[in-house]
């Protein structure tokens, strides 16, 4: 299976501020064929069902602010956060589905400082 | 408006067995692939299993396979986790999602349904 990590495990960011999460996989989630890599991030509140934010490691999924963007490539990733918002308070996580199992990263838990 | 409702989740002893349900409507799931993932109290997310449109392709996350069975009807528009030879580590909130047509990552969840396995 493909592990995959996610860094930090928790974030504290000022509003207004940048908010910068990382996800590593232990191989390569770029499908050549396509040039596509099959990452997705998803935004998960308390009490709530995760949420598609980026799929394809960098494409928005329609109604998502503009303020969330993903990039990388291969093995690493990144979602950031351009301007912390206060409805940004979530646990955030990566997930590869380049191959089955759809593997998940452990998650980062984004707070206001 | 897409919706997935999950049920059937409860309390069940430990070697014990349940079967969830996920309604779904406001899509074509006749045509769409699923999933079940699942989440601990107060960890992330595992992805438990995975069906085809068609049921062709079946998969399965080591830690569910040979005790747990997907499957679905899509007359009914239902996606089913049918779980056997329950274990502590299987409680959690069970997840169905949809796949994307256009990839194989998760478009749609549902809100979710508790299984407690507890003696």
């Known amino acids: 299976d493909i592990v995959m990590t996610q860094s930090p495990d928790s974030l504290a960011v000022s509003l207004g501020e940048r908010a910068t999460i990382n996800c590593k996989s232990s191989q390569s989630v770029l499908y050549n064929s396509n040039n596509k890599n099959f990452l997705a991030w998803y935004q998960q509140k308390p009490g709530q069902p995760p949420k598609l934010l980026i799929y394809?490691?960098?494409t928005r999924e329609s109604g998502v602010p503009d303020r969330f963007s993903g990039s990388g490539s291969g093995t690493d990733f990144t979602l950031t956060i351009s301007s912390l918002q206060a409805e940004d308070v979530a646990v955030y996580y990566c997930q590869q589905y380049y191959s089955i199992s759809y593997t998940f990263g452990q998650g980062t838990k984004l707070e206001i400082k | 408006e897409v919706q997935l409702v999950e049920s059937g989740g409860g309390l069940v002893q430990p070697g014990g067995s349940l079967r969830l349900s996920c309604a779904a409507s406001?899509?074509?799931?006749?045509?769409?692939?699923m999933n079940w993932v699942r989440q601990a109290p107060g960890k992330g997310l595992e992805w438990v299993s995975y069906i085809s449109s068609s049921s062709s392709s079946i998969y399965y996350a080591d830690s569910v396979k040979g005790r747990f069975t997907i499957s679905r009807d899509n007359a009914k528009n239902s996606l089913y986790l049918q779980m056997n030879s329950l274990r502590d580590e299987d409680t959690a909130v069970y997840y169905c999602?949809?796949?994307?047509?256009?990839?194989?990552?998760?478009?749609?969840w549902g809100q979710g349904t508790l299984v407690t396995v507890s003696s």
């Open positions: 999602a949809r796949e994307a047509g256009s990839g194989s990552y998760s478009s749609y």
């Open positions: 394809w490691a960098s």
């Open positions: 406001g899509f074509p799931f006749s045509s769409s692939n």
